[in-house]
């Protein structure tokens, strides 16, 4: 078999990877009424703290309009409030409740247990050199000027 060939099979991999992941993560977020877009923005909030909608909206790579509607849909579930920004009247801050610190202290514990059935099994050598070829992949992917700019939409 020919280089091109190997690197086929194992974009092929890579990409039906990126296929079981996704679907995984959509089934178990709307098992939990949430959206990939609506969980990419919780997380956000939990890394910035409260912030004004116009800060997500840049931290996301989205229209302040998209925001508006993943914060109206979070609103609407408890897991975020809209209070007034202490020093700009005309702005709001968004911030997490504590239901949705508890959802995402859990969905991390989740993610930690999902890792552990991954790669336990794995010999020792064998996960670092998964991982130092994971890093590889993704310095090659930066270098071509892919980033990760997640695309949220309500």
């Keep these: 078999m020919g280089d091109d060939e190997r690197y086929a099979g194992a974009l092929d991999r890579i990409l039906e990877l990126v296929v079981l992941l996704h679907e995984d993560m ?28 116009r800060a997500l909206a840049e931290a996301l790579h ?3 309009r998209a925001i508006t509607g993943l914060v109206d849909g979070l609103v609407a579930g408890g897991l975020v409030t809209r209070e007034p920004h202490p020093t700009d009247r005309r702005a709001t801050l968004v911030t997490c409740t504590p239901r949705a610190t508890e959802l995402l202290d859990e969905t991390a514990g989740q993610q930690r247990e999902f890792g552990r059935q991954l790669f336990a099994h794995m010999p020792a050598e064998r996960f670092d050199g998964l991982v130092a070829g994971l890093d590889d992949v993704l310095h090659t992917l930066h270098g071509l000027g892919l980033v990760h700019q997640p695309g949220v939409t309500s």
């Design 26 to 53: 959509t089934k178990s977020l709307a098992a939990q009424g949430l959206s990939v877009s609506r969980m990419t923005l919780l997380w956000t909030l939990r890394s910035l703290g409260p912030s004004p909608q």
């Design 62 to 64: 989205v229209t302040p």
